[in-house]
């Protein structure tokens, strides 16, 4: 299946009516579906060279990432060449895109220069000397290491003006992720499609691992909890492949975030004794282009403006679910003592969804500023909202805060399995009552849940908005 990248895939096509050969960057997550895409682009084109990078590991060198690009080559129908020098690769390889509708992609980019200081530069001038003079051509590159990406390519002067487009695949969409349950997405309750998304989010790969015919506890049990699951092993695959000789020091920094709500970059080095400085502050940016953390910024109610304080969280449903419930059982499962086992016994899924739900909602904002009937381009800020301890007032923490010119949305997320009583009334308006207010800004509090509010709750009449998020998943 092919789903969820329609407007990606539109954009992609477009290209083929420009009248100049087109320089395409596509970055994201690992799984998110970057070659996916690429593929079934490719498929319009009779003429296409399709790459991959060699995996970062012990020993795989730059001489090596030009011989498997060589015999890339030569499996896709082109001519053995010298493997030594970029230069002669790319210049042979051009030879095959001098005229027509024509499809380059490099994917996983990083691995094949990272090892090699002087691919990019030949890069770069074979892009100028032979690539671009095709009208027709469309190079992409990709990579799963945006940082990298971003330091070597978008904000390099050597590429300074040449790339085209850039697309940053994101989580699917909720309405995307149902389509993944197939012609059973109607007869699967909204809780259960929950669980699945508690420890997939929107990423496609893991999705389309699940078999929609069983239930949501016996896809995790494979996946998860047996050592030949695909997700029991991923979690270093992906560092690994990411991140190679840094990979336990980034481990580190999402093991501890997997345990709060959000940490400041001071908590964060404290607890995992990385001293503060230039290098934490890249490894911060690395997780976060990577797609794993988020960094979410504060700002001033009163004027709207951002504030330079924020705060980390681990926005990536699989890391935390791994963390919080697959790695403390990890010489188990590798023992075989979950083969027949009911891993619902390791996991309360009441504990589980709090934070998966918030960052499941955070991905999908739009769907609740249209719940809400705000229009995005009417946000001052919205986010996770932190309300920093001063002389003056107190701490504050909201899950999820819109502000608008003069109205501000508190919005409550509860996750649970029965109807939600009263005391989330109290928990909401001892949040506003810390909050400082200027005079002239309206409060409405928001309630977002799933599994119902309670009669009384209703009755009460203290919501502004009760947004039942079932709607969106059924």
């Known amino acids: ?32 579906g970057k070659s996916r895409l690429i593929r079934e682009f490719s498929g319009g084109f009779s003429n296409k060279f399709l790459f991959a990078g060699l995996a970062p590991s012990e020993g795989v060198t730059a001489d090596m990432q030009r011989e498997e690009f060589v015999q890339q080559m030569v499996s896709q129908g082109l001519p053995n060449v010298k493997s030594t020098d970029w230069t002669e690769i790319f210049t042979a390889l051009a030879k095959f895109v001098k005229k027509g509708p024509a499809l380059i992609a490099l994917d996983e980019i990083s691995w094949m220069g990272s090892e090699d200081s002087a691919f990019l530069g030949k890069l770069k001038n074979a892009w100028e000397r032979y690539f671009e003079k095709n009208p027709q051509l469309i190079l992409i590159v990709a990579s799963s290491i945006s940082s990298w990406i971003e330091k070597n390519i978008l904000k390099s002067t050597g590429f300074f003006g ?74 270093e695959r992906i560092f690994h492949d990411l991140f190679s ?101 390791v996991m309360h899924w009441d504990a589980i969804m709090g934070l998966q739900f ?3 909602i955070i991905h999908n ?8 009937n705000i229009f995005p381009e009417n946000c001052t800020c919205d986010g996770p909202f932190f309300q920093t301890k001063t002389t003056t007032r107190k701490g504050c ?12 949305y508190v919005c409550e997320i509860k996750f649970s399995k029965n109807p939600i009583g009263t005391q989330v009334i109290k928990e909401v308006q001892k ?13 409405r509090p928001v309630l977002i849940h799933v599994g119902g509010v309670s009669e009384e709750v209703v009755y009460k009449d203290y919501f502004d908005q009760i947004v039942d998020w079932t709607l969106f998943i059924k």
């Open 245 to 345: 000789k840094r990979s336990t020091t980034y481990g580190r920094i999402v093991e501890v975030l997997a345990d709060y709500h959000s940490l400041a970059q001071e908590a964060i080095s404290e607890k995992t004794g990385i001293q503060l400085g230039r290098v934490f502050s890249e490894y911060l940016t690395d997780l976060t282009e990577a797609g794993f953390i988020s960094a979410d910024f504060t700002w001033d109610i009163k004027t709207g403006k951002v504030g330079k304080l924020r705060k980390y969280r681990l926005s990536d449903n699989y890391l935390r679910f791994y963390l919080k419930y697959v790695a403390p059982n990890k010489q188990k499962i590798l023992k075989g003592d979950f083969e027949d086992a009911n891993p619902s016994k």
């Open 397 to 408: 923490q909201v899950d999820y805060l819109i502000q608008e010119k003069n109205t501000l």
């Open 1 to 32: 299946m092919f789903l969820g990248r329609e407007k990606e895939y539109k954009t992609l096509t477009s290209l083929k009516s420009s009248k100049c050969a087109n320089f395409v960057v596509i970055k994201g997550r690992r799984r998110i």
């Open 162 to 235: 040449r790339v085209n487009l850039t697309l940053t695949l994101e989580e699917l969409p909720l309405e995307d992720c149902v389509k993944f349950w197939g012609k059973r997405q109607k007869l699967v309750s909204a809780y259960e499609k929950l669980k699945i998304l508690a420890v997939t989010g929107g990423i496609p790969k893991y999705l389309e691992l699940m078999d929609p015919k069983i239930s949501a506890e016996e896809n995790i049990r494979r996946q998860c909890f047996l050592n030949s699951g695909y997700l029991f092993s991923e979690f």
């Open 358 to 360: 918030e960052n499941l």
């Open 431 to 443: 949040k506003i009552a810390l909050l400082s207010l200027p005079k002239h800004v309206s409060c």
């Open 365 to 372: 904002r739009k769907k609740l500023l249209k719940a809400l």
